[in-house]
């Protein structure tokens, strides 16, 4: 137990102070949040830009009564000679631009970006048309009209940051737990730390236990910085009532990747070999896992494939508990599948430990 | 006095290159035993398998009446094995790396500080191992192998790499170390260090060891001349032939004159008749000339 003890410490004050990986742990995945989030919730959302010509009646009534009805489809300009608004659409400076004569909204675009004209068209005609109905109903109130009511299914508030950050703190939990394990080992081995250990009278159990301590420390540390930043309202990363469960699941992914670490540090013969396995093992993991990107999206082929990356179970489950709302007892199939993975990977590892190379 | 190692008749081979071949030998305790040898001799091979760490394919070794293979934890404890290289536990300081390998035997800290002491280190305990200098790293390495307390101590090629001072340091180290009456193994490849510090020495070669005998015995046991250097250019060159005359063969370099004699006394007292004592070096035979005695070629670390 001391001995169990004064490894786990000596790993622990080792890794402190070792800043890349410190970096590659904890900075690293949080980088691909800001990069992911970044590209994810851009485009589209913008509003589209577009020129009046003097008064335009129908925008200016809409935005007396509500001055904010317009500010998420379109940014307005006004000028007050057209030809000069129809040569900012031709420069492209705009989308749009729009002139009212009487009963005529005269619409000007560009096939340049014919994206942004449709938008800009369709918002405008709904706006018209939206306009002529109010005349209408006043006209003719004993009249039924149709209307249209739509409404999300998922939580408002589910915006990339929801499916973003358990992926990539799943990402995060598996390269810490090869990495870790498989680079402990391989160096360890290479600076003879292992022989040194050999000769005193220690067991294989306290020197593997002392990395699964550090592993488990590390992915807790993990699991609260990641919901820490990406709960920031820049992310606005939103957690439903069992988010909880995320910590006995972390742990459990952890111990899985972990097992894969000890099989690639017993097979390894240098740390750069080590490395470079890891990140074979790891990097076609995180691309059909679901990590980057929801794997509702990836193509049914890559789909299939994820079923034998423990990965996928990680990261299905930390979803499911953190932002799918799903009860604790939810994820247990998945814990079971990374606890079975984690036991057989685990139990080829030690059959394959060497403390030397000979 | 009791036999603290006994090695018989110990082989191994990796493949079809035959590292130790036979090798039989015992170490008393409280002996300084070194094993000398140029590199590939089969030295730290012959140690690994003393201490436990690789099996032998024939022949038996017995280490404080029992055997260290397969590993045995009740040995362990007994003994302390400085290993080449410096394997230690990365980015720790040197106190911290002493405090873990102490608790690993259920040593506590005052141990770790009392070893600083002992080998000098005590103001670079809060110095992590990567800044240490090679010699410091090399100290600290043998206090490692030390904080248990171990009845046995191996140590492999300690002072390689180290600066003339720094192995000086080590050497008087190594005699304290003896001094306590541990049983120290040492494995170097420099004459001059298995000279000084070995109660017995055995010369490998080839996976073999050819002789075993306390260094002054074995330089006595070889029948080889003596060197007198002067400097030149005091002799008249008839005074030179008549002093060697018989007795000595003489080469002179044109800065010194060198009689290789196996008289050296008449050689030496027609020297000093003449008053051309200047520059007088005598060097008698060394380990140096024991290996070339037993090998026949130039020893060659």
């Excluded at chain 2, 005052?110 to 410091?136: C, I, N, P």
């Amino acid at each position: 137990m001391t001995s169990y003890l004064s490894l786990t410490k000596a790993m622990l004050i080792g890794l402190s102070r070792d800043k890349s990986t410190l970096f590659f742990t904890l900075l690293f995945p949080l980088m691909f949040l800001i990069i992911f989030g970044a590209i994810f919730s851009g485009g589209g959302t913008n509003p589209s830009k577009v020129a009046q010509v003097g008064a335009v009646p129908v925008l200016d009534q809409l935005q007396a009564q509500d001055p904010d009805a317009l500010k998420d489809v379109l940014e307005l300009s006004t000028v007050d000679d057209e030809a000069a608004a129809i040569k900012m659409v031709e420069d492209g400076e705009v989308a749009a631009a729009v002139k009212q004569t009487g009963d005529l909204v005269q619409i000007y675009y560009s096939a340049a970006d014919r994206t942004q004209a449709g938008i800009v068209t369709g918002v405008l005609n709904g706006i018209v048309t939206q306009t002529n109905l109010e005349k209408l109903q006043v006209a003719a109130p004993e009249v039924a009209v149709t209307t249209v009511r739509i409404d999300q299914v998922e939580d408002e508030s589910l915006g990339s940051i929801q499916y973003l950050a358990p992926g990539l703190l799943g990402w995060a939990i598996s390269m810490s737990g090869v990495f870790g394990a498989a680079m402990t080992l391989v160096t360890w081995r290479q600076k003879k730390t292992l022989r040194r250990i050999r000769l005193a009278p220690v067991s294989v159990g306290a020197v593997v236990g002392a990395r699964v301590g550090n592993t488990l420390l590390l992915a807790l540390i993990q699991l609260a910085v990641f919901i820490g930043v990406a709960s920031l309202p820049f992310f606005g990363l939103k957690l439903t009532n069992y988010w909880w469960m995320a910590i006995p699941t972390v742990l459990i992914g952890a111990l899985a990747f972990l097992a894969i670490g000890l099989l690639v540090g017993a097979v390894s013969k240098t740390s750069e070999g080590a490395s470079g396995l890891a990140n074979l093992i790891i990097l076609p993991l995180a691309f059909s896992s679901g990590s980057f990107y929801p794997l509702d999206a990836a193509p049914q082929w890559l789909q299939t494939i994820s079923y034998v990356s423990p990965l996928r179970y990680l990261n299905e489950a930390m979803l499911d508990v953190m932002v799918r709302g799903e009860g604790p007892l939810s994820v247990l199939p998945n814990l079971g599948i990374l606890i079975a993975f984690g036991l057989v990977v685990g139990f080829i590892a030690t059959r394959l430990f060497r403390w030397d190379d000979i | 006095m009791s036999v603290s190692i006994r090695v018989a008749d110990v082989r191994k081979s990796y493949g079809d290159v035959v590292a130790v071949d036979g090798v039989s030998f015992e170490v008393d305790q409280g002996e300084f035993f070194g094993i000398l040898g140029p590199n590939g001799a089969g030295k730290t091979t012959t140690l690994e398998i003393v201490e436990g760490l690789r099996e032998a394919d024939a022949g038996s070794v017995e280490l404080l009446g029992m055997s260290p293979w397969p590993r045995n934890t009740a040995l362990l404890p007994r003994m302390g094995v400085q290993l080449q290289g410096t394997a230690f536990f990365e980015r720790l300081t040197a106190r911290e790396q002493l405090v873990t390998f102490g608790s690993l035997y259920g040593v506590g800290p005052k141990k770790a500080d009392a070893m600083l002491e002992t080998v000098g280190l005590t103001d670079k305990a809060g110095t992590r191992v990567e800044k240490l200098s090679g010699g410091q790293a090399q100290r600290l390495s043998i206090a490692c192998a030390l904080v248990h307390d171990p009845e046995v101590v191996f140590l492999d090629e300690p002072t390689a790499a180290l600066d003339p001072q720094a192995r000086r340091n080590l050497w008087d180290l190594l005699r304290t170390i003896n001094g306590e009456g541990r049983t120290v193994v040492l494995t170097t490849h420099h004459m001059d260090e298995a000279e000084l510090l070995c109660d017995r020495v055995a010369i490998m070669d080839h996976g073999k060891i050819l002789k075993i005998d306390p260094p002054a015995a074995l330089v006595r046991g070889l029948d080889a001349a003596t060197h007198i250097t002067v400097d030149s250019g005091h002799l008249a060159p008839a005074d030179l032939a008549a002093i060697a005359d018989g007795v000595a063969e003489t080469e002179d370099d044109g800065a010194t004159i060198t009689f290789t004699t196996r008289d050296p006394s008449t050689v030496l007292t027609a020297l000093a008749e003449h008053r051309v004592l200047n520059g007088l070096r005598v060097r008698g035979a060394t380990l140096e000339d024991v290996f070339l005695e037993l090998t026949g070629r130039e020893y060659r670390a």
